[in-house]
């Protein structure tokens, strides 16, 4: 099988090399006799010395062809590397061919298409492997070049939506290095993110379920924090900011249980707020539910 | 095309991984943490003109087993004066000998009545936690008004009991019974 796309693929570019105008063709079609014969290295080199030239530097089918050696070159060698220069290099090339095509000319115009999407679904995965408290800025540089394919090969794409899943879980990622570390920084970020995510959609049982978690907990910190040898009138200070934290997290815990009655978590968090907030009755209640909902 | 899906999948695993974590501190009971604080910051707002020999001891009367543990964490290694704190739990009223602090549970109100004529002028703070239970003899009576926990001092009662109040005292009480 994968013989056979081999095969296809040389087949295509021996015709993408017969349409590359005279003056250019030796550079071009030598880079793609080097790349047929896996001298992916010196086909390179020739392609880029081939779009320095003013006229290939126009030509779609010679930017494709860096495409493909870029992105074959990448598959080979940098795979692993989440901000591989070979990928950017192959992504840039198949969005210069296929804004150079504005009359939609190149009759492979579905393969840059399909490379494009393919290397858009790698930056997409690769936000994944470095979404830890340090490394994040590397995901949402691919969340961003994930994007920014999309959003040219794509006319169904939905920006926002995608904004959103990145952003809720980049923000829940924060919020749960803030609750190991207690890190007023990863708190701030965890901030940011759950409400980037929540601007964009603020109806779903996840967002409100982690804006109110997090209000929550800090509401529990203040007093944890709080010395033992407090004085006490000291002590309305702390309850006060506590029960200011508690209560900005109450409306999103009650959201979230609207939308989602079954998640248990939930309604075993609103029980701790309510016993937070002293509300005896609201608490009893909630408590009551979780336990029947444990029993199933 | 399957490696594709295979990381895609990849992906949502990993979002399931971050929806479903537990993320809420179940096992910190904060009001009893302030509870616990309240009973230790009265030691420096009364006098007990009895009670003066041997340990200073903290009587919880009933069940409560987070407000042991948050005032062991509240006492350790504290003082009243010369005389060292010392916890003790109990579940009757008979139980008790001698105590200089005297909190009660809401489950044990119904026991206020018998606590305060055993211990009537022998220097002992009764600390309930009952609406109404400050106006029938206990000297403080821990409320929640606006969602916090706030207490309610009969200076009458402190008076019976045997205890000087301090000055500082009535101002941070939400009422006071004089």
């Known amino acids: 099988m994968k013989g056979l796309k081999n095969i296809w693929l040389i087949c295509m570019l021996l015709i993408l090399a017969t349409q590359i105008s005279i003056a250019q063709t030796s550079k071009v079609n030598k880079a793609i006799e080097l790349y047929s014969a896996k001298k992916l290295d010196s086909a390179k080199v020739l392609i880029d010395e081939a779009i320095q030239n003013p006229e290939s530097n126009k030509d779609y089918n010679a930017w494709m062809m860096r495409g493909v050696i870029y992105k074959d070159l990448y598959k080979t060698s940098q795979m692993n590397n989440v901000a591989s220069p070979y990928r950017d290099s192959a992504t840039v090339s198949f969005i210069q061919s296929l804004q150079l095509d504005v009359e939609n000319k190149n009759p492979q115009k579905e393969l840059v298409s399909k490379s494009l999407n393919y290397l858009a679904s790698l930056y997409h995965n690769d936000i994944n492997k470095t979404l830890d408290t340090v490394n994040y800025q590397e995901s949402l540089v691919n969340f961003d070049k994930h994007k920014a394919i999309k959003k040219i090969i794509d006319p169904a794409f939905n920006e926002q939506k995608y904004n959103y899943d990145v952003y809720s879980i980049v923000g829940s990622m924060f919020e749960k290095g803030f609750e190991q570390t207690m890190s007023k920084n990863l708190l701030d970020y965890a901030n940011y993110y759950l409400l980037k995510a929540y601007e964009i959609n603020s109806n779903t049982d996840f967002i409100n379920k982690n804006i109110g978690v997090l209000y929550y907990n800090q509401a529990v910190d203040i007093i944890k924090k709080m010395d033992y040898d407090v004085p006490l009138d000291q002590l309305p200070v702390y309850q006060d900011q506590s029960v200011a934290m508690g209560k900005k997290a109450l409306p999103y815990l009650i959201k979230a249980n609207e939308i989602n009655p079954s998640d248990k978590s939930v309604v075993e968090g609103l029980a701790g707020i309510y016993y937070l907030l002293n509300d005896s009755e609201k608490y009893n209640e909630f408590k009551k539910k979780f336990e029947e909902m444990s029993k199933h | ?178």
């Open chain 2, 1 to 178: 095309m399957r490696k594709l899906i295979f990381l895609f999948i990849a992906f949502i695993t990993l979002s399931a991984d971050v929806v479903e974590r537990p993320l809420l501190q179940q096992k910190d009971d904060m009001p009893a943490k302030i509870k616990a604080v309240y009973i230790y910051g009265f030691t420096k707002y009364f006098e007990w003109t009895n009670n003066k020999e041997g340990n200073f001891t903290i009587t919880v009367l009933g069940e409560s087993v987070n407000l042991l543990n948050e005032l062991g964490n509240t006492v350790k290694n504290k003082s009243v004066g010369s005389q060292r704190i010392e916890l003790k739990n109990h579940q009757t009223i008979g139980d008790i000998e001698q105590t200089s602090i005297l909190y009660i549970t809401p489950d044990k109100s119904h026991l206020l009545t018998e606590a305060l004529a055993k211990f009537k002028g022998k220097s002992v703070l009764i600390i309930t936690e009952k609406q109404g239970l400050a106006k029938v003899g206990a000297t403080i009576n821990f409320i929640v008004e606006e969602n916090k926990q706030k207490f309610e001092l009969n200076k009458v009662a402190a008076q019976r009991a045997g205890l000087n109040v301090g000055s500082g005292i009535e101002k941070l009480a939400a009422s006071v019974i004089n």
